[in-house]
């Protein structure tokens, strides 16, 4: 009898003990925690959402209106250098170049050319939306449309339109519009949000933290090569044009079919021996202290331009031995000529549109 009750104790406390071991696996609590009465306390997010602000607008990139799920954590043997490849400019950091204001040529300049002068040596800005898988697996052509961050209706035309990614007989077309912030105070609150939502929609913006203007242009082909330099193995051509241009991707894809991978391939509507212009009133206007020079090196103008993707990579290369220059065409030219590639022209670019004949209406 005495041996029976015996039993029955110790099945109850093991019973008892189970209950507890259970309940403290389900609810995540220390024994001592269970034991005691405490309740749990409510642990901090492992991952929390990182966002970057800007004028009191919240940039969250492609996270926005998402949660992130946990990673499993990365084995130190499996990384690879090509995945530890990232934008390397975190800060903006850059105060003007007074050494200028004692020049008396400087002095002369207008106001548009000082400031830029006195910011040239600038060169580099923080990223605020990136999208480094565009570039992922192997890309045959990767269309990149520069835009400003007010002209949300021409990039949602191209993505209808010429834009579409798609797969072609199996070439893989991916796009890509580059961006800065708005210009104007006004605008970037709003516009930044507007252009948030755009992304997570989308997922095909580039974004970089420098005012969209028209000599920071040039800004926006330094940071495109040097992105395309981090995280463009895989891409065997780019086609590079404005978000006023309307392109046909199958004359784009017929014309590449005889074109080979590192053959320097930079093709546009090429301008021989431009001289710079000297009259102030025009858009394109160059003091000569700017440059001195009569003639521009050959450069690809207008709406666009297809080049090698390996020829993107040494672009970068020699735009980092060069100072910037205010047109962004003609520093593309600029950048060529020290590589000893010569820009090919084609006529099915048209930089001023397509001319009408005399029998059409």
């Known amino acids: 009898m005495f041996q029976w009750k015996k039993t029955i104790y110790k099945t109850v406390c093991l019973s008892f003990l189970l209950v507890i071991t259970v309940t403290v696996l389900q609810r ?8 005691q009465g405490q309740q749990q306390k409510e642990l901090p997010p492992s991952d929390p959402l990182k966002s970057q602000k800007r004028d009191n607008t919240f940039s969250i990139s492609n996270t926005f209106w998402k949660t992130k799920k946990e990673k499993a954590p990365v084995k130190e043997e499996s990384v690879t250098a090509e995945q530890t490849k990232s934008w ?11 050494n200028f204001s004692k020049v008396d040529w400087f002095k002369g300049l207008e106001p548009n050319f000082q400031q830029f002068l006195l910011y040239r040596h600038c060169r580099y800005f923080p990223m605020l939306i990136n999208h480094p898988e565009k570039c992922s697996g ?4 990767l269309i990149v449309v520069k835009s400003i961050i007010t002209q949300h209706d021409r990039r949602e035309a191209i993505r209808r339109t010429w834009g579409q990614e798609k797969e072609v007989e199996g070439k893989r077309i991916r796009t890509l519009f580059l961006l800065g912030t708005a210009s104007k105070e006004e605008e970037r609150a709003n516009h930044q949000k507007l252009l948030d939502y755009e992304n997570h929609i989308y997922g ?5 933290d420098f005012l969209d203007s028209f000599f920071n242009l040039t800004l926006k082909e330094v940071h495109f090569l040097k992105w395309v330099d981090i995280y463009c ?23 590449l079919e005889d074109k080979k991978e590192g053959e320097d391939l930079f093709v546009g509507d090429v301008l021989h021996r431009a001289r710079p212009i000297r009259k102030k009133e025009n858009k394109y206007y160059i003091p000569s202290a700017l440059y001195n020079k009569n003639i521009y090196p050959p ?8 080049m090698d993707g390996a020829l993107a990579k040494r672009l970068h290369k020699a735009s980092e031995t060069l100072e910037l220059y205010p047109i962004d065409d003609v520093f593309l030219g600029m950048c060529l000529e020290p590589l000893k590639v010569l820009p090919v022209g084609h006529e099915g670019f048209k930089s001023f549109g397509k001319k009408k004949t005399r029998t059409a209406r």
Do not use: R
């Not at 095909?204 to 970089?208: E, F, G, R, V």
């Open 138 to 141: 192997d890309v045959y052509l």
């Open 204 to 208: 095909d913006i580039l974004q970089w």
């Open 299 to 306: 450069y690809a103008g207008g709406g666009g331009f297809i």
């Open 233 to 255: 193995d895989n891409v065997h051509f780019i086609f590079k044009g404005d978000d006023d241009v309307f392109v046909s991707p199958s004359n784009i894809l017929e014309f």
């Open 88 to 98: 390397d400019v975190t800060t903006t950091n850059c105060s003007a170049n007074q």
């Open 28 to 35: 995540g609590m220390a024994p001592n925690q269970f034991m």
